[in-house]
């Protein structure tokens, strides 16, 4: 058996459904995509994804009946976004208990090498605006009303991070990354979250950012993510369940 | 030392720089003058998007043409347009493809994306000036790397937006780095917030904030350049 079948496993066509699904209900939640935006017609989406039209309209019926997008007909007529007023808790507590603790490690991994290095190229390239953003976030984390705009103002900034490190490449992993992580981590369940604690974080990595510490915001911002894993094998563990007592 | 009397100065090079950015503000000048004649013809009450025909009808026709234009547009202050604090009548354009771009201008909401605090229209509208912002990756708008010029719109002496173009950063550096090219010494294109935009040598990356603004002496550098087109970028060289 060669590495090849692993590594590149074939294309399945209900798999390009749910990554499109994935990718746009991702992008609302994270407020990429504003409250009644048009979504382009289907042809100028399928060219995007590199689908066929018939994968995009199952795609935009799946996402439809999760209440994420709105069709309406005539002159006027296409598909709006529309955005719910929190993030889906059954099916971000059924993804992590659907992850393995290998599989969440290694998920924190992948997000920690991508976000310290972004934080540590940010600290070299930020532009007056990144860093204003990056205040802006971190204050908005504190005042959220909602966990919505928690999961959006936490999202926010590390989307921020990314973009201040002026990679495309960067961001596009820090935008799916979020995707992943962000409405989890905020799931109500378990010893409930520090915010302030979080608050201090971002507005630390921030100070680096700002004072153009390299070392430091690598530093902070890895410890930060880090951190993700206790909190995420916690909420797993419990949301698993099994035998009770102990 | 014949080659060094061949090769272009910096002020040459900047002059050359200067010439893109100075043709994107013969469009936006033209556009704001648009803006202001919507402005007057209100009579001082706030504006409707109908008021705008004119500049949307220029903006339109404009984008098409200049192969490194991605987005054009005119963005309001607040109080400009009537029952909406923030406004954007920006169109943008991906191959042949052009369209207005949305985005969630609500500031009672998180994801509001308040325009008033990017650089490209803060100091438009702080220092009264032409600003060349980036090379930035625009997530919110174009999502492609990506360099906005900007200049303020007056109205009597009052403030009332910005207009400005986005430029693809794969186009106008191809041009730019040409103009490095030209010279036999190491060169570096550099904005006013010291980050590298582009550069001829290796001995420094693009987006790199340098320690600060190169001047004649500090550093490797041994002949600068403002380039002459306002934004306060500056082309240095350095010899090896």
Redesign the interface.
Same mark, same amino acid.
Do not use: K, W
């Given at each position: 058996m060669s590495a090849f079948s692993s590594l590149l496993p074939a294309m399945a066509p209900t798999s390009r459904v749910d990554d499109i699904v994935d990718r746009i209900s991702e992008a609302i939640h994270l407020g990429l995509l504003g409250d009644g935006e048009q979504l382009p017609v289907e042809p100028t989406l399928a060219k995007h994804f590199g689908v066929a039209p018939m994968t995009v309209r199952e795609a935009l019926g799946a996402l439809r009946e999760r209440g994420l997008i709105e069709t309406r007909r005539g002159r006027t007529g296409g598909s709006f976004v529309r955005i719910p007023d929190g993030p889906p808790l059954d099916v971000l507590r059924a993804r992590l208990v659907g992850m393995t603790g290998f599989a969440l490690r290694d998920m924190v991994d992948e997000h920690s090498a991508i976000a310290s290095e972004a934080a540590h190229l940010a600290a070299q390239r930020a532009s007056a605006t990144n860093i204003r953003q990056l205040f802006t976030y971190t204050e908005q984390l504190r005042t959220a009303g909602t966990l919505g705009a928690r999961v959006r103002a936490d999202s926010r900034f590390h989307i921020e991070l990314a973009v201040a490190a002026q990679s495309e490449r960067l961001t596009r992993q820090e935008v799916r990354l979020q995707g992943e992580v962000a409405g989890m981590l905020w799931l109500p369940v378990g010893a409930p979250i520090d915010i302030e604690g979080v608050v201090a974080d971002h507005h630390q990595i921030a100070m680096a950012v700002a004072a153009e510490d390299a070392t430091a915001a690598r530093a902070l911002t890895e410890q930060h993510i880090r951190s993700n894993l206790p909190r995420l094998s916690s909420i797993r563990i419990d949301l698993t369940g099994g035998v009770d007592g102990g | 030392m014949a080659d060094s009397q061949a090769t272009p100065n910096a002020e040459d090079l900047a002059g050359s720089i200067g010439a893109l950015v100075n043709g994107v503000c013969v469009h936006l000048d033209h556009l704001a003058r648009l803006v202001q004649a919507s402005l007057r013809a209100a009579g001082g009450r706030p504006l409707r998007e109908g008021d705008l025909t004119s500049v949307r009808d220029e903006i339109v026709s404009t984008l098409p043409g200049p192969q490194d234009y991605i987005g054009l547009g005119f963005a309001a202050a607040p109080e400009v347009m009537l029952d909406e604090p923030l406004y954007l009548l920006w169109w943008q354009r991906r191959g042949d493809?052009m369209?207005r771009l *949305?985005?969630?201008l /609500?500031p009672r909401?998180? /994801?509001v $994306?308040d325009y008033q605090?990017? /650089?490209w229209f @803060?100091l438009a509208r702080d220092e009264n000036r032409r600003v060349a912002?980036g090379? $930035? %990756?625009d997530?919110?708008g174009s999502d492609? %790397?990506t360099i906005t010029v900007s200049l303020p719109v007056i109205v009597d002496g009052a403030f009332v937006g910005v207009v400005g173009a986005d430029l693809a950063y794969a186009e106008v550096e191809r041009r730019w780095i040409e103009v490095l090219r030209s010279s036999a010494v190491d060169g570096v294109l550099v904005n006013s917030?010291r @980050?590298v935009v582009t550069t001829n040598s290796t001995r420094w990356v693009v987006?790199? *904030?340098l320690p600060e603004l190169p001047a004649v002496g500090s550093g490797p550098f041994t002949d600068v350049a403002m380039v002459p087109d306002g934004t306060g970028w500056v082309v240095a060289l350095a010899n090896s």
């Open positions: - | 493809q369209g *949305r985005l969630n /609500d909401h998180v /994801d $994306y605090t990017m /650089d @803060r912002f090379p $930035y %990756v997530y919110s492609e %790397v917030e @980050r987006s790199q *904030r």
